[in-house]
């Protein structure tokens, strides 16, 4: 059965839900409901990704998130803390957390393979060039696959270095960072590639703004974040059925639904 992560920003400017759960309570509680709809993990981020976001410091960071996760472990929870940063996936930990997700896949922090290897939790290793603020300038690739696959493989061999069991690596391929609607294409449909990497593999497209740019209007104009459901959907089916580990959404109830119509599918297909 294919892992759902339920997306919860902490921030004020995320691209997707920002400034809806920037307050404790209210984040807690759509956490609390994200998991009652069938998520495995509650992802808590509390520094924004956007393309041209620009950073906060590691207390902001830590002060947006930590409450929010010891709420959502008291509350029985399981959580993933969305941090490029040692400092607060450490705290994160202490606070109950159980996965580390870095979307700088140990590039941004050098300390973040020890702090990992010594929690001995899973970590998720994202495929990033560069943070926000530069990332546009990073989308520059001869084949997107094959690079997106061998930067991975660097980031695997260098959490094994640090001490990181094999089996606590994920990897992704990190669609809409330093990559075009064209690269995020191109990735989605060779996500086999990436798979053969041997790991499992997550898979975040939920809202991003290549699935805008399709869905455009006859102005131009791309569909907005809140009206980008149907085509995530479509995306966490087309991964699943891939063969991912697990997708990263912020609308868990639907791909709840849709994985468990993949599911009966199959069951069917083996009848
Ligand atoms: N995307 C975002 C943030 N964190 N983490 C992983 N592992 N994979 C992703 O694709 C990913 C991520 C940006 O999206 P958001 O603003 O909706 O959180």
């Known amino acids: 059965m294919p892992r759902i992560l339920g997306v919860l920003n902490v921030t004020p400017d995320s691209f997707s839900d920002g400034g809806r759960y920037a307050d404790r309570d ?17 992802d808590v981020g ?6 041209g976001a620009e950073r906060v410091d590691a207390a902001t960071e ?27 996936a450490a705290q994160a930990l202490d606070a109950g957390a159980s996965i580390v997700n870095d979307v700088s ?8 393979g020890k702090v990992v290897a010594e929690a001995g939790c899973p970590w998720v290793l994202m495929h990033w060039r560069g943070h926000s603020r530069d990332m546009r300038q990073l989308a520059v690739y001869a084949d997107v696959v094959a690079e997106v696959r061998a930067e991975l493989a ?21 669609l809409g960072f330093a990559k075009t609607a064209e690269h995020n294409w191109r990735l989605s449909a060779h996500l086999g590639e990436i798979i053969s990497l041997g790991y499992p593999v997550l898979f975040g497209a939920s809202r991003k703004s290549y699935l805008g740019r399709l869905l455009a209007d006859p102005h131009g104009d791309p569909r907005p974040v809140d009206q980008r459901e149907a085509a995530t959907l479509a995306t966490t089916v087309l991964a699943v059925q891939a063969g991912v580990w697990g997708v990263r959404v912020h609308d868990v109830q639907g791909s709840v639904d849709a994985i468990r119509v993949w599911e009966a599918t199959c069951r069917a297909r083996s009848r």
């Open 105 to 112: 896949g140990g590039l941004a922090d050098p300390v973040m």
């Open 26 to 42: 209210a984040a807690v509680a759509h956490g609390i409901r994200m998991r009652a709809q069938g998520a495995d993990y509650v």
């Open 62 to 88: 830590a002060a947006r998130v930590v409450p929010v996760i010891l709420d959502l472990v008291a509350a029985g929870v399981p959580v993933s803390v969305d941090t490029t940063r040692a400092a607060v």
């Open 154 to 174: 660097q980031r695997v061999d260098e959490a094994l270095a640090a001490g990181v069991a094999p089996e606590k690596i994920i990897v992704d391929p990190g």
């Open 46 to 51: 509390g520094e924004s990704t956007r393309p």
